[in-house]
């Protein structure tokens, strides 16, 4: 599945994620997710995932 969406850094720097993607893949409020920085450094990328515990 690839589903696309965007998203504004707000003032506070948080990013909202968007509503079809958080029901899709079922966050709940207040649920741990990791968030990794990945690929080359000229054109790095985010990947979030969620997590039940943390490591």
Known sequence: ???????KV???GRIPIPKNMSREVKLEPG?????KVQGPLSKPFLIINSRKTAR
């Not at 649920?31 to 968030?35: D, G, N, T």
Request: hydrophobic residues 45%; aromatic residues 6%; negative net charge.
């Open 1 to 7: 599945m690839l589903m696309r969406g965007f998203s």
């Open 10 to 12: 707000d003032k506070e």
């Open 31 to 35: 649920q741990l997710v990791e968030i």
